[in-house]
Each structure stands twice: as structure tokens, then as C-alpha cells.
């Protein structure tokens, strides 16, 4: 029997899956190709779902260490005995050192039980609470507000006709899980893909031009695109009328730098800079 499901989120994707049953056990998980988010494709966890049920090692209840630490010696505990365990430390650390002394942390939160946690650490007044989050989603979020008033989400699904992937890896980073096959499934159809990176990712290998800048010279790469998106006129005059403010003065401080100089200081050809240019600008949509 096949059942027509999906990924129960193991990250924020919710891919569609088709999961083979047989006497009553999963044998086998595969994408779904009707899915319109995963069009067949699973990442490494989505396939690795059957294990989470049927591991050996999948943890059924609470263990408690015995011997020396890393001795990997463990038994098994009832529930209450867990719990009287952690609130006694939690109790006794807080009596001999205050709340702030205590840290929570936890894995991608997937339903509410951020919330449950918030919700602990504010009745225990600690201050202290952690997720991925704080190294994976909000910077990402945050920088995107800072620099654009809001988070984009590239659109895959009508295909950009170039793509600028800048100091970003979406092979291995794979945002939600499902970035990395919808960028390989429109590179197949023909977008272009410039990468800017200093390393050579496996997208760069595929890339139509690669610009391996000097690190930390970005900004001066970026003032040299815009040089010339500006001075060849490439850039779209209606959506910088209605929707940007202070473009005289960006084009009064672009005056001052020149391509040879921007060469110098990223290490790359002009000729780079000035064909990056002319794709974002004359591929469209970008
Ligand atoms: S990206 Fe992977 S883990 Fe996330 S929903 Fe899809 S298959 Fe599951």
C-alpha cells in the first residue's frame, strides 16, 4: 500500500511524500512528484524519516548516565524520576545562583513547543533561551529587512531568467529544505547563474560567470555593478522614481570610484564587474 503524505517537518519544508507500507511497517520513503513544492525531490532527512521510527538507537524513554562521563554507560528511569532529577538542579541552581545562571536551549522549533519553553523559562525568570535560530533564520531575516524593508523569498517557480547568488551555497545552506533542487531544477532549464564567492562552491563550477572576489571586498564589487548599471543606463528608471530615495547622491558617490580602482581592491578583473553588470541588468527577470 502506498499513502499519499507529507514530510512531518523535520524542518519548516512539509514535502509531499508517498510512504510504502507493508504488513503494517514503512519500507520505504520517496518524493511525490504531484507535490508542488518538492516535485519529487527528498532531502537526506526526509528519506531518513523511516529511521526516526524503527532506529535501534531511537530514544524511547528517559536514560540516565551511570559510571564516568563518556563511558556510554546508561539506564533506563521512569518519567518521575526525570523529573524530579532536572527540577531539583534547576531549583538548586537558581537558589544558589540566581535565574540567570540557567540556559535553555533547543533544536529548529517545529510546532509549539518554543512556545512551552518561552513559557517555562518566563515563570522561572530565566533569561536565557536558544535555538538554531539565532545563527541560521535571523540573521538571515534580520539583514533582509535592513537592506531591503522586508524578506524576499525568491521565486522559483516563474523562472528568474539570472540569479546572483552571493556568498551563498544553497547546495549545502538549502533554505526550507527545498531551495537547493527548485535552483537546480530552473538551472536545468537555462537560467544563468552568477556566483560571487571566494570559494569555488559546486554551484560556481556551474556558474555562467564566477567572480572570485578578494574576501571582505564585497561592498567595493557591489559600488563597481552599480557604477556600471548606472553609467550604461541598465537599470529600470521607473522603479527607481517610484520607490527609492537618495539615487542623485548614490550617483554623485559613484563619481569617485572608478573600475580600475575596484579592480585593485577585489582582485578581479573589470572585465568581471562589467559583465556581471550587463547580465543583472539586460537578463530580465533577475
Ligand atoms: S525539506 Fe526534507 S525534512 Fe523538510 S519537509 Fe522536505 S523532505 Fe522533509
Redesign the pocket.
Known amino acids: 500500500m502506498i499513502y499519499k503524505t507529507?514530510?512531518a517537518?523535520?524542518?519548516?519544508?512539509?514535502?509531499g511524500?508517498l510512504v510504502h507500507v507493508e504488513e503494517g511497517r514503512i519500507v520505504k520513503i520517496e518524493?511525490d512528484p504531484e507535490s508542488p513544492l518538492?516535485r519529487g525531490t527528498?532531502?537526506a532527512?526526509?528519506i531518513a524519516?523511516i529511521e526516526r521510527l524503527d532506529h535501534p538507537d531511537r530514544l524511547l524513554y528517559p536514560m540516565k548516565r551511570k559510571g564516568a562521563r563518556g563511558e556510554g554507560k546508561w539506564e533506563r528511569i521512569s518519567w518521575d524520576e526525570a523529573l524530579t532529577i532536572l527540577s531539583g538542579k534547576i531549583k538548586k541552581a537558581i537558589e544558589s545562583e540566581g535565574p540567570q545562571s540557567i540556559a535553555f536551549a533547543q533544536g529548529t522549533p517545529k510546532g509549539l513547543e518554543l512556545f512551552l519553553l518561552l513559557r517555562l523559562a518566563n515563570l522561572l525568570r530565566v533569561p536565557n533561551l536558544s535555538t538554531p535560530g539565532n545563527v541560521c533564520h535571523m540573521p538571515r531575516e534580520t539583514a533582509s529587512h535592513l537592506t531591503c524593508g522586508f524578506f524576499p523569498i525568491p521565486d522559483y517557480d516563474h523562472s528568474p531568467a539570472c540569479v546572483v547568488l552571493w556568498g551563498s551555497n544553497l547546495l549545502q545552506t538549502n533554505e526550507?529544505?527545498?531551495i537547493g533542487s527548485q535552483l537546480l531544477r530552473i538551472l536545468k532549464n537555462g537560467t544563468k547563474l552568477i556566483v560571487i564567492d571566494p570559494r569555488k562552491t559546486g554551484l560556481a563550477s556551474r556558474a555562467h560567470l564566477w567572480l572570485r572576489l578578494k574576501p571582505g571586498t564585497d561592498l567595493a564589487l557591489a559600488l563597481g555593478i552599480l557604477k556600471v548599471l548606472i553609467d550604461e543606463e541598465l537599470y529600470d528608471h521607473d522603479f527607481v522614481h517610484h520607490w527609492t530615495k537618495g539615487f542623485e547622491e548614490l550617483k554623485d558617490h559613484l563619481k569617485s570610484f572608478d573600475l580600475d580602482r575596484i579592480s585593485d581592491t577585489t582582485w578581479l578583473p573589470k572585465e568581471q564587474s562589467l559583465e556581471a553588470a550587463n547580465l543583472i541588468g539586460k537578463t530580465k527577470p533577475t
Open positions: 507529507f514530510c517537518r523535520m524542518d519548516h519544508g512539509g514535502c511524500i518524493g518538492n527528498l532531502c532527512k526526509g524519516q526550507e529544505g527545498i
